[in-house]
């Protein structure tokens, strides 16, 4: 696609129940991220995958959450259990292979409400 | 670990006015860039910087990447109403954790017309 396409753009969930957020990023960019965005406050890393290399999942609150990419192309954003405070907008972002620029492209993000 | 400082947090400004925010560090990067977000969108990256002392402009937007290689700011020259949106700046040093990227806070801007 044209830009990196998340889904859904808009989930609300009860306390306690799985979650599965998706990012398809721009077709060709091997660099993949995961940031969270709570009311009003800035980006909170969570995770990086980097083609085939180790993700680095040195921002992943708890062991609650989890991501995969497969294939180098798409990922999902796992939260098991969710907590009233898991509540923000994700938003996934890529970039092309080798950008040591870091010029990411970001989606809208999903909006995920936990009642 | 690496921190950037973003300010101000916000600002409340009269359109045509110019507007100024900068990001500071101790520590030394590599490249700075400057993202803006809208509400309901992710964010969408305004100006990349990859020399010290480098200075660019994007039509009213001018970014510089300070000459320590520790800060950054951004200008904005007569603001109009569709510049309202937060500012993020980010920082890279190719090394460390978080994708070897770190962000600020950012910068409220909200313009009065």
């Known amino acids: 696609g044209a830009g990196v396409s998340q889904s859904p753009s808009n989930k609300v969930t009860e306390k306690g129940k799985d979650v599965e957020l998706r990012c398809d990023p721009i077709?060709?960019?091997?660099?993949l991220y995961w940031y969270r965005q709570s009311l009003g406050q800035g980006l909170e890393f969570l995770i990086y995958f980097q083609g085939n290399s180790a993700p680095d999942k040195s921002g992943l609150p708890s062991d609650r959450f989890s991501a995969e990419r497969t294939g180098g192309s798409v990922s999902t954003l796992t939260i098991q259990r969710t907590q009233q405070e898991d509540s923000a907008v994700y938003l996934c972002?890529?970039?092309?292979?080798?950008?040591?620029?870091?010029?990411?492209?970001f989606g809208s993000g999903t909006q995920l409400s936990v009642l | 670990g690496q921190q950037l400082n973003q300010s101000p947090q916000s600002m409340f400004i009269q359109e045509g006015e110019d507007v100024s925010m900068n990001c500071t560090s101790s520590s030394i990067f590599n490249t700075w860039l400057w993202y803006k977000q809208e509400p309901g969108e992710g964010p969408v990256l305004l100006i990349a910087l990859y020399k010290a002392g480098e200075l660019t402009s994007n039509g009213r937007l001018t970014a510089q990447f300070g000459i320590t290689r520790k800060d950054s700011f951004l200008n904005i020259s007569a603001s109009i109403p569709s510049d309202v949106g937060i500012y993020f700046c980010a920082a890279s040093d190719y090394g460390g954790s978080q994708g070897n990227l770190i962000f600020g806070k950012g910068t409220k801007l909200s313009v009065k017309p």
């Open positions: 972002a890529s970039s092309l292979r080798g950008d040591r620029g870091k010029k990411l492209f």
């Open positions: 077709s060709g960019h091997t660099a």
